[in-house]
């Protein structure tokens, strides 16, 4: 399995690839996430309003361990595209992910 992420991979997205890369041995593919790996608590305020607040880091659910800077580090870094490779329909971090999803499954 290969997941693929960047620096707007953001909290529950990158909570589900820590558990993909811990409990299903995923290949993490992109540049960095964005450091929201954390727990939040939800504090009532009045007129039914809540205020969200991180309080401490999220730990692997193998490892019970938190990452450094809350944020995940691809096993292959592939910089961003640049808008002019996009609007040219060429995406290196997707194609990137593509490559290692077919080796892992044993095509070419």
């Known amino acids: 399995m290969v997941v693929l992420v960047n620096e707007q991979t953001i909290s529950a997205a990158e909570l589900l690839a820590l558990a993909l890369v811990e409990l299903a041995d995923a290949e993490l593919v992109g540049a960095s996430t964005a450091g929201g ?17 991180p309080f401490r880091a999220a730990v692997g659910p193998r490892s019970r361990e938190p990452r450094p800077g ?39």
């Open 37 to 53: 790996l954390n727990e939040f608590r939800q504090m009532e305020l009045a007129d039914g309003y809540r205020l969200v607040v």
């Open 70 to 108: 809350h944020r995940l580090e691809p096993q292959v870094r592939v910089v961003n595209a640049r808008p002019v490779e996009l609007a040219a329909g060429l995406d290196p971090q997707l194609e990137t992910a593509r490559r290692r999803v077919l080796r892992r499954a044993g095509g070419s």
